[in-house]
């Protein structure tokens, strides 16, 4: 059984050596699945960067209508050409997103307790099986897992039900660490649940930033993107991308810090160029400031 407390030993974290494993596929550590898996991959990261831009917009599956959500039919397309991947539950995009985009989707699968709820990790279960994800042509799966937290065991249970019915299907899976009360937003906890979540199969890992941010995406052997968490002046916002993404983040899977901007399209934008041009955070901000005054 390994020390929990492991880490206080001094680590090697390679940081000048990137990850080999394989024949060369733009998204890290997923040489060896099948093909299916990889060509849905290939149409959320970009073949040139080999990054994403994620918009979330699944908060209303525990938080109901957050800020700047009220209506998803208004608040989301205006978005769609300007973002890589969309990310949602089945009742928005039936609802709300025109069948016709052409944008991968990320379907978030798990429901999860209410905000009302002492403990959101409580448990939940699974609200979409993996035939009806095909039928919404889905292009990943995501599920909410609570490492630390009551709920970790339920949620590790879904995600490995759901990488094994993605297996059987081509599709990806994408493990989503949740911080609640418990959780604090270190980058020892986010060391250890990125790499739970990618050895128990998600194809991809979505996590906050923190300090040390580098190590947890040395030693997490799948992509991670970033969540934005609550919203940030546009800024730090910026700031937080861009440091996520030179530390080793392969994209950004965002909402609040896109649709409660003050200009979500133009946020979208400047997000966009630190994430596939190689943008600094301040490139950035001069970027989205100028999209303001046009
Ligand atoms: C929560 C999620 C949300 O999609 C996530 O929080 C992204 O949104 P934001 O950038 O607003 O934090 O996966 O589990």
Sequence with gaps: MPDKDEGKIARNYHLDVP???????????????DWGTKNRLA????????????LAFDHGYIMG????????????????PYVDVLMGTRGAFRACIPATVDKPVCLRVNYDSSVLYDDMSVGGGIACDIGNAVRMNASCLAVQTFIGATGEKNSLELLARTVDAGNDHGMPVLGVVAVGKQMERTEQFFL?????????????????????????????????????GKKLPEPEALTMAY?????????????RNI????????????????????????????YYNELLRT
Excluded: W
């Design 243 to 255: 440091r996520a993404i030179a530390e080793g983040a392969r994209g950004v899977d965002m909402g």
């Design 65 to 80: 209508p957050t800020t700047g959500l009220e209506r998803l039919d208004v608040a989301i397309p205006p978005l769609i």
């Design 43 to 54: 149409r959320m990261f970009d073949p040139k960067s080999g990054n994403t831009v994620m």
């Design 259 to 286: 649709f409660q901007a003050q200009n979500p399209i133009a946020m979208c934008r400047a997000i966009a160029k630190v994430v596939h041009e190689g943008f600094t955070d301040k490139e950035a901000l001069d």
């Design 192 to 228: 250890l649940a990125t790499r739970i979540l990618a050895e128990n199969g998600a194809n991809l890992v979505k996590t906050y930033y923190c300090d040390g941010f580098e190590h947890v995406t040395a030693t997490c052997p799948v992509p991670i993107v970033i969540a934005g």
């Design 19 to 33: 990850q080999s494993g394989g024949g060369g596929f733009v998204v890290k550590g997923q040489d060896g699945c």
